[in-house]
């Protein structure tokens, strides 16, 4: 499903219905301040094993990251110490940066195999923030790379659609994303 979203002013309707998915198990498709990215609930491990095998990634131990919806949020899951790391995360973010931190229990175990670290985000989108926001918990996140090596990542919604409507469930369309990670 496609489903168009207005990152301005983001409609709590569909908010909504992209929640329900993600709490059943789904992957959504979604734009970040960058570029499209794919994620599911922290909790649905099928569908982090489901995008973990697309990604070709090993399901055991996946390289992806968190999206958060605030500061507050990210405290939950993560041990900060260093008022240094605090001011550079505050100052930093939502932006297009994915930051390296230490995990807590929070994290599932899935997460923390061998390491004890996690990638972080919190982008620039009000899209993305407020399906956290309105989840409750973080969200699996990875970017959607193109096969063409020429353009790297897709920025069409219509054609992320049609080329991975086979592993999301729904492709939130909130205009052309960027082109640049």
Known sequence: ??????????????????VETLEEGGIVIYPTDTVYAMG???????AIEKISNFKGTNPKNPEL????????????YTVIHD????????????????????????????????KKTVGIRIPDNNIILEIVRELGRPIITSSIHDSD?????????????ERHMGIADIVIDGGYGSNEP
Do not use: W
């Open 83 to 114: 008022n240094n790391v605090f001011k550079l995360l505050k100052r930093n973010l939502p932006g297009p940066f994915t930051f390296i931190v230490q995990a807590n229990s929070q994290i599932p175990r899935l997460f923390k195999n061998k």
């Open 1 to 18: 499903m496609l489903l168009k979203i207005f990152n301005e002013n983001p409609n709590h309707k569909h908010i909504r219905r992209v």
């Open 40 to 46: 599911c609930d922290i909790k649905a491990v099928k």
């Open 149 to 161: 090596e020429i353009v790297e990542y897709i920025t069409d919604p219509e054609l992320i659609h």
């Open 65 to 76: 990251s968190l999206i958060f919806h605030d500061m507050s949020q990210l405290s939950e």
